[in-house]
Every structure is written in structure tokens, then in C-alpha cells.
């Protein structure tokens, strides 16, 4: 009895992506189209193998009604020396692009920052936001009251800046830009000399 059942799956890959925040039993038995007490079951089943198997370095843990999987405690150690020393990631060209247009014209909306580099946004918004160098800072006011974002500490941090008004004038160089590059800092340049 190895083998996971469709629904155990399913509630382990839920589990899995939703990460830290967790879900409940009843939004559990929604998502997968469960009813509860078939939920509860799988659940309990699932805990039982984690715990129980001393190869798994994940456990699945119920706080406070909510369920999700943790990393078990004979971890520690190692896990410490992730928290400690992270790997050195570097951030895609359109992280670096949005990272740069959020850095000169904080506060600044998604829509706005769209209009700027005329593609979506939002996954290199979300991994900025995870390697918090972006924040949410505040929401424009009005209809939809879209989030303002603005660079953070570990921002300043990671660039060597005591204030964003450190950052180094815009220029572009004289060198062999891409149709979408050009197009881009050509809006970028535009836009910014506009706010002076």
C-alpha cells in the first residue's frame, strides 16, 4: 500500500503549492471535489506515511485547522544553512527591467509599469516580491485601489544604497539593443524624464 490514492495526490500537490499558508478541510474537500469525511481520511493517511517514513524530510502538520507540510525538526540543521546562506540567484531580464522601473518611479501600479514595458508583469512582480526587494507600499485611491509598489531595504542592501535617491542617473549606452530592448528603454527613458 505504497501508492498514493488519486485524491492523497491531490491533496499533497494542493499542500505543496499553496506553501505556508495551508488549507483547511473544507477548502480541502472544494478544491478537490471531495467530500470531507474522504478528505479527513486521506489526510489522516497521508500524516500516518510521513510520519511513519524516516527517508521523507517533509511531515504534514494540522495548526490551528489549517493543514500543511512542514519540514521535519531532525532537519534543522540543514536547513539553517539555507536560511543562512542562500544560493546567489540571478533575476531574469524582465525582473531586472521591472525591478529597474519600480526603483525610478516608486510608487508605481502593475498597469503603469505594463504600459512602460508593454508585456504582463506579474510573475517577475511575484518573484521580486519573494526575494523582497519590491513591496507593496501603499494603494492608489479611487476605483480598484491597485496596489502601489516601491523597493524595499533589502533593496538598498543588495545595491549598496543608504536611500533610493542614491540610485545613479539614467543613461543608456551606445550598444546593440534587441527591437523589444530598444522599444522598452526608449518608453523607460521617456517616461522617466517626464517625472523630473
Same mark, same amino acid.
Given at each position: 500500500?505504497?501508492?498514493?490514492?488519486?485524491?492523497?495526490?491531490?491533496?499533497?500537490?494542493?499542500?505543496?503549492? =499553496?506553501?505556508?499558508?495551508?488549507?483547511?478541510?473544507?477548502?480541502?474537500?472544494?478544491? &478537490?471535489?471531495?467530500?470531507?469525511?474522504?478528505?479527513?481520511?486521506?489526510?489522516?493517511?497521508?500524516?500516518?506515511?510521513?510520519?511513519?517514513?524516516?527517508?521523507?524530510?517533509?511531515?504534514?502538520?494540522?495548526?490551528?485547522?489549517?493543514?500543511?507540510?512542514?519540514?521535519?525538526?531532525?532537519?534543522?540543521?540543514?536547513?539553517?544553512?539555507?536560511?543562512?546562506?542562500?544560493?546567489?540567484?540571478?533575476?531574469?531580464?524582465?525582473?531586472?527591467?521591472?525591478?529597474?522601473? =519600480?526603483?525610478? !518611479?516608486?510608487?508605481? &501600479?502593475?498597469?503603469?509599469?505594463?504600459?512602460?514595458?508593454?508585456?504582463?508583469?506579474?510573475?517577475?512582480?511575484?518573484?521580486?516580491?519573494?526575494?523582497?526587494? =519590491?513591496?507593496?507600499?501603499?494603494?492608489?485611491?479611487?476605483?480598484?485601489?491597485? =496596489?502601489?509598489?516601491?523597493?524595499?531595504?533589502?533593496?538598498?542592501?543588495?545595491?549598496?544604497?543608504?536611500?533610493?535617491?542614491?540610485?545613479?542617473?539614467?543613461?543608456?549606452?551606445?550598444?546593440?539593443?534587441?527591437?523589444?530592448?530598444?522599444?522598452?528603454?526608449?518608453?523607460?527613458?521617456?517616461?522617466?524624464?517626464? &517625472? !523630473?
Amino acid at each position: 500500500m505504497n501508492n498514493l490514492t488519486p485524491l492523497m495526490s491531490n491533496i499533497e500537490s494542493l499542500l505543496f503549492v =499553496i506553501g505556508e499558508d495551508g488549507l483547511t478541510l473544507h477548502q480541502l474537500a472544494q478544491l &478537490t471535489d471531495s467530500e470531507p469525511l474522504d478528505v479527513q481520511k486521506s489526510l489522516s493517511e497521508l500524516m500516518a506515511r510521513y510520519n511513519n517514513d524516516d527517508t521523507r524530510g517533509i511531515m504534514l502538520k494540522e495548526l490551528a485547522g489549517t493543514y500543511q507540510l512542514v519540514s521535519k525538526p531532525t532537519n534543522a540543521a540543514v536547513i539553517e544553512k539555507l536560511v543562512e546562506n542562500p544560493p546567489v540567484q540571478s533575476l531574469s531580464q524582465a525582473a531586472l527591467e521591472v525591478l529597474a522601473i =519600480i526603483a525610478y !518611479k516608486q510608487p508605481i &501600479t502593475r498597469v503603469e509599469i505594463e504600459d512602460l514595458r508593454g508585456v504582463k508583469c506579474e510573475r517577475p512582480l511575484h518573484t521580486l516580491n519573494q526575494k523582497l526587494l =519590491i513591496q507593496e507600499i501603499g494603494r492608489v485611491e479611487g476605483t480598484g485601489r491597485a =496596489i502601489l509598489y516601491g523597493t524595499t531595504s533589502e533593496f538598498l542592501n543588495y545595491f549598496g544604497l543608504n536611500r533610493v535617491e542614491d540610485l545613479p542617473p539614467l543613461e543608456v549606452e551606445e550598444f546593440e539593443l534587441d527591437e523589444e530592448q530598444d522599444l522598452f528603454m526608449s518608453k523607460f527613458q521617456e517616461a522617466f524624464t517626464q &517625472t !523630473k
